[in-house]
């Protein structure tokens, strides 16, 4: 599975729920509200009247387990996503041994993340350019963490059809990163080499929310449609991205693929643990110690 396929983001009612939780069991703790739905009726109040003392302390006891549910439900989102940042883990760990093996001849199974190695030439009269895209720098990034300043480079992702000698098919190859200034061909003419080796990884990619379609007349691509790209220049439905070593000096820079998945669920433990503490606290303190809150 991809990448984005396995990406797991909190719903956002939930995190109106983790806001709201300890004011509402706190009010609820506080004035005693009661809603009884009977016969198409709902009657909202407090119980004022003396004569009605075992059906108010009936009442209490129903509200006191009821708001146990709060702390017995945090409790077990907390532990949930113990279980999912396990799952993840394993999954970033299985994903950094497949991006840091050795490569390996094209399988005839594609395998996704996988370093593969292929022998041929390029056909640069069938170029695609994805844009609009910044260089992706990993060094330069990681000096960079925390700050505000961008570079500003904006060029395109370099799409190119090459035959594979030994296989006898066509496929594609996201060759890299071209700066604005270099996107046409014949900027970059020394770095159009024709029979070359690469060594790549197998990646997909899907349309994400709010980018725009691709302009296929224009040759403008913001997201690879492989099915698109196949039927354009004749290729097999095969895209695979050049690492950096194969770079050719004059033409795109390799290695522009980020290969990252997103593990956030260390926060969401400490959120749902945390509101679990302090909802099981107040409850604790209301019906047991019997504090006035």
């Not at 390799?254 to 302090?278: F, K, P, S």
Request: overall charge positive; aromatic content about 12%; hydrophobic content about 40%.
């Amino acid at each position: 599975h991809s990448a984005q396929k396995l990406l797991v983001v909190l719903p956002s009612q939930w995190r109106y729920f983790t806001f709201f939780a300890p004011f509402l069991l706190n009010f609820c703790l506080n004035f005693g509200f009661i809603a009884l739905v009977h016969r198409g009726f709902v009657v909202c109040g407090r119980k004022c009247s003396s004569t009605a003392a075992n059906a108010e302390k009936s009442e209490d006891a129903f509200l006191k387990w009821f708001l146990l549910l709060i702390p017995a439900t945090t409790f077990g989102l907390g532990t949930w996503q113990v279980k999912r940042r396990q799952w993840k883990m394993g999954l970033i760990d299985e994903l950094r041994r497949l991006t840091t093996a050795e490569p390996i001849p094209l399988p005839p199974e594609l395998l996704e993340y996988r370093r593969v190695k292929v022998r041929g030439h390029y056909d640069h009269s069938q170029e695609l350019y994805i844009m609009p895209r910044s260089p992706v720098n990993p060094e330069k990034e990681a000096r960079e963490a925390g700050s505000l300043s961008s570079s500003g480079e904006i060029g395109a992702n370099v799409i190119t059809p090459f035959h594979c000698s030994d296989l006898g098919i066509k496929i594609l190859v996201n060759r890299g990163y071209v700066p604005k200034q270099k996107i046409r061909p014949e900027t970059r003419m020394k770095g159009q080499v024709r029979f070359i080796q690469l060594y790549s990884s197998l990646l997909a990619e899907t349309r994400k929310p709010f980018v725009p379609n691709n302009d296929e007349e224009r040759n403008r691509w913001h997201y690879r449609d492989l099915e698109a790209m196949s039927r354009i220049t004749g290729a097999a439905p095969i895209l695979i991205d050049a690492d950096f070593k194969s770079t050719i000096p004059g033409g795109p820079v390799g290695g522009q693929t980020r290969v990252t998945l997103r593990n956030e669920h260390m926060q969401y433990i400490i959120t749902w643990y945390g509101l679990c503490a302090a909802t099981s606290y107040m409850w604790y303190a209301k019906f047991i110690k019997k504090i006035k809150m």
